[in-house]
T-cell receptor, first 111, second 117 residues
Framework: GQNIDQPTEMTATEGAIVQINCTYQTSGFNGLFWYQQHAGEAPTFLSYNVLDGLEEKGRFSSFLSRSKGYSYLLLKELQMKDSASYLC????????????FGAGTQVVVTP | DARVTQTPRHKVTEMGQEVTMRCQPILGHNTVFWYRQTMMQGLELLAYFRNRAPLDDSGMPKDRFSAEMPDATLATLKIQPSEPRDSAVYFC???????????????FGEGSRLTVL
């Protein structure tokens, strides 16, 4: 089975940086994903890590340490539109493509 | 542009009624997933198909839920009989598994919001 933990909520100011941590325990590992979900909408793909290190995509970066079972999503230059839930998801080694999601971190961006 | 299409978007029904939700995956995708999302449980995987074959439905209550993929362009999730605890948003997602290491990101539909009274 898989256990994925992330904080419930984080608040930050517009223009600031926020780091969302995710820890996981899995019976196998074949990639870690971050998704963004605005209220009332579908989750949308943000980033993917399968090897250790940092992946950068514009204002968003994601880091993975497989040995520590740890990832973080870094949001820079926060904008009001970044207020959303951020979901950490792990793909285990047992089923190709299946993603197990964490409960999500609600990020609130204030003016 | 290519997207996953789900119907209905909203459904209100009474306890005991049958509910059928439909999903059209992105053309060319060979994996289809049904997830259920509630405030309490988050996103839970209900069922999973690859090349139309069911691979994993361990997350689905078998006595009342059934998932099928009659063809490559249609996946269905049926609840019979429905109960108030089934009230949730049901998401369909599709992806592509082409062998080897791949990103395998999932593309989600807009969801079907089900309310069982």
């Amino acid at each position: 089975g898989q256990n994925i933990d992330q904080p419930t909520e984080m608040t930050a100011t517009e223009g600031a940086i926020v780091q969302i941590n995710c820890t996981y325990q899995t019976s196998g590992f074949n990639g870690l994903f971050w998704y963004q979900q605005h209220a009332g909408e579908a989750p949308t793909f943000l980033s993917y890590n399968v090897l250790d290190g940092l992946e950068e995509k514009g204002r968003f970066s994601s880091f993975l340490s497989r040995s520590k079972g740890y990832s973080y999503l870094l949001l820079k230059e926060l904008q009001m539109k970044d207020s959303a839930s951020y979901l950490c998801a792990v793909r285990g080694a047992d089923s190709w493509g299946k993603l197990q999601f964490g409960a999500g971190t609600q990020v609130v961006v204030t003016p | 542009d290519a997207r996953v299409t789900q119907t209905p978007r909203h459904k209100v029904t009474e306890m005991g009624q049958e509910v059928t939700m439909r999903c059209q995956p992105i053309l060319g995708h060979n994996t289809v997933f049904w997830y259920r999302q509630t405030m309490m449980q988050g996103l839970e995987l209900l069922a999973y198909f690859r090349n139309r074959a069911p691979l994993d439905d361990s997350g689905m209550p078998k006595d009342r839920f059934s998932a099928e993929m009659p063809d490559a362009t249609l996946a269905t999730l049926k609840i019979q009989p429905s109960e108030p605890r089934d009230s949730a948003v049901y998401f369909c997602a599709s992806g592509s598994s082409t062998g080897g290491l791949h990103t395998g990101e999932l593309f989600f539909g807009e969801g079907s919001r089900l309310t069982v009274l």
